[in-house]
């Protein structure tokens, strides 16, 4: 089945610094999402992306969606404390009977003030 | 963006007990929706979606009997965990999906979440 590999797993970063995280598929997808999630509550999403080649900003976040289809990456500029959290990547097939998410494993975002 | 409640947020109830959890999208229409179990430091699992008018659909290893879903109406889907044991306590969440043909989006929302701590 489709899996994704996000990377790094976690990242301990200084205020104000920039933050790139990515995730990578074995097969292709038509939709890429990431989300964010604080503990304890469920994912908000951030970010969707509907084409291939896509580059979409969402304030200090800005995210692409890979030319093959098989991946995508995220930046937040500028971090500050209030970014911390998991981050998820997300893909999906475009419309289809059920629209299924197939998530990444996060990447777990620590800021120092 | 489209919002979506779960309720409710938290649950604490005795082993051997049912226990219902709603999922509303509250100003959207969603026929699909999704249920997923998160266990610590973990990413969501998906449990089953939820079709409204028709039966569930479970993954592999979910027992339905066990977890039953309703789908009744285009913004309501309940998730009840019958017979409820410890090894159930996990975080439940909820998506609902916002397909839009016309603009050519297929997104899902997600509640809040329920926390379910089974005695």
């Known amino acids: 089945g489709q899996q994704l590999n996000q990377s790094p797993q976690s990242m301990f970063i200084q205020e104000g610094e920039d933050v790139s995280m990515n995730c990578t598929s074995s097969?292709?997808?038509?939709?890429w999402l990431w989300y964010k999630q604080d503990p304890g509550e469920g994912p908000v999403l951030l970010i969707a992306?509907?084409?291939?080649?896509e580059l979409t900003s969402n304030g200090r976040l800005t995210a692409q969606f890979g030319i093959t289809r098989k991946d995508s990456f995220l930046n937040i500029s500028a971090s500050i404390p209030s970014d911390v959290g998991i981050y998820f990547c997300?893909?999906?097939?475009?419309?289809?009977?059920?629209?299924?998410?197939?998530f990444g494993k996060g990447t777990k975002l620590s800021v120092k003030p | 963006g489209a919002v979506v409640s779960q309720h409710p947020s938290w649950v604490i109830c005795k082993s051997g007990t049912s226990v219902k959890i709603e999922c509303r999208s509250l100003?959207?229409?969603?026929?699909?929706m999704f249920w997923y179990r998160q266990f610590p430091k973990q990413s969501l699992m998906l449990m089953a979606t939820?079709?409204?008018?028709?039966?569930?659909?479970?993954e592999q290893g979910v027992e339905k009997d066990k977890f039953l879903i309703n789908h009744a109406s285009l913004t309501l889907s309940t998730l009840t965990v019958t017979s409820a044991h410890p090894e159930d306590s996990s975080f439940y969440i909820c998506?609902?999906?916002?397909?839009?043909?016309?603009?050519?989006?297929?997104?899902?929302?997600f509640g809040p979440g329920t926390r379910l701590t089974v005695l």
């Open positions: 998506s609902a999906r916002d397909f839009k043909t016309s603009g050519g989006t297929d997104t899902q929302y």
């Open positions: 097969s292709i997808f038509n939709t």
């Open positions: 992306l509907y084409k291939a080649g």
């Open positions: 997300a893909g999906q097939n475009y419309g289809g009977s059920q629209g299924n998410l197939i």
């Open positions: 100003d959207f229409q969603a026929t699909t």
């Open positions: 939820s079709n409204e008018g028709s039966k569930a659909t479970y």
